[in-house]
T-cell receptor, first 111, second 115 residues
Framework: RKEVEQDPGPFNVPEGATVAFNCTYS??????FFWYRQDCRKEPKLLMS???SGNEDGRFTAQLNRASQYISLLIRDSKLSDSATYLC????????????FGSGTKLNVKP | ETGVTQSPTHLIKTRGQQVTLRCSSQ?????VSWYQQALGQGPQFIFQ???????GRGNFPPRFSGLQFPNYSSELNVNALELDDSALYLC??????????????FGEGSRLTVL
């Protein structure tokens, strides 16, 4: 079983739509959680950290459900520039940064 | 940009050869991690270096090895290259401890093709 699993998509949505991605993780002892964004043929970049209480950054909202071991990302009012692959990331070890990445969910925002 | 630089950006090798990839971490960071990203997949953790020592390793064979230098730059070495080693190799630096968040800052990667 993979450490982090995501629906690969693609999610094809019109501009202005609201879209949600989920991912699940297998290690219940995982410590920290993130969403990274990766544009085509570019390096991943941190989008936001995910906290137990849930957190919001502009149009982006992240939620963590430790009991069910899943993480979600909600994007409201989608923009063309949101088109990218969104990677769910879990740090399973408090002592060092061993990050597990999901395979990514591809989002295409259409005019 | 992130301040993490990798070289070379692209290279082509043949099966059985050896390759060395290099990474300069962001100023002030003390930790370097290497990831392998195959086409259509997420990055897979290879290993991490902290204070010039390997500090964690993923499911990669011993022919994947590395170094971290006193200036925190790093090398990834792969011996006896196989076709499946063709991938984007990403270096990520971070600050662990000293108030660091542990956020990974990636370089643009080295794209390796093994023929």
């Amino acid at each position: 079983r993979k450490e982090v699993e995501q629906d690969p998509g693609p999610f094809n949505v019109p501009e202005g739509a609201t879209v949600a991605f989920n991912c699940t993780y297998s290690n219940s002892a995982s410590q920290s959680f993130f969403w990274y964004r990766q544009d085509c043929r570019k390096e991943p970049k941190l989008l936001m950290s995910v906290y137990s209480s849930g957190n919001e950054d502009g149009r982006f909202t992240a939620q963590l459900n430790r009991a069910s071991q899943y993480i979600s990302l909600l994007i409201r009012d989608s923009k063309l520039s949101d088109s990218a692959t969104y990677l769910c990331v879990v740090n399973a070890d408090y002592n060092f940064n061993k990050f597990y990445f999901g395979s990514g969910t591809k989002l295409n925002v259409k005019p | 940009e992130t301040g993490v630089t990798q070289s070379p950006t692209h290279l082509i090798k043949t099966r059985g050869q050896q390759v060395t990839l290099r990474c300069s971490s962001q100023s002030g960071h003390n930790t370097v991690s290497w990831y392998q990203q195959a086409l259509g997949q997420g990055p897979q953790f290879i290993f991490q270096y902290y204070r010039e020592e390997e500090n964690g390793r993923g499911n990669f064979p011993p022919r994947f090895s590395g170094l971290q230098f006193p200036n925190y730059s790093s090398e990834l070495n792969v011996n006896a290259l196989e076709l499946d080693d063709s991938a984007l190799y990403l270096c990520a630096s971070s600050l662990v401890g000293s108030g660091g968040t542990g956020e990974l800052f990636f370089g643009e990667g080295s794209r390796l093709t093994v023929l």
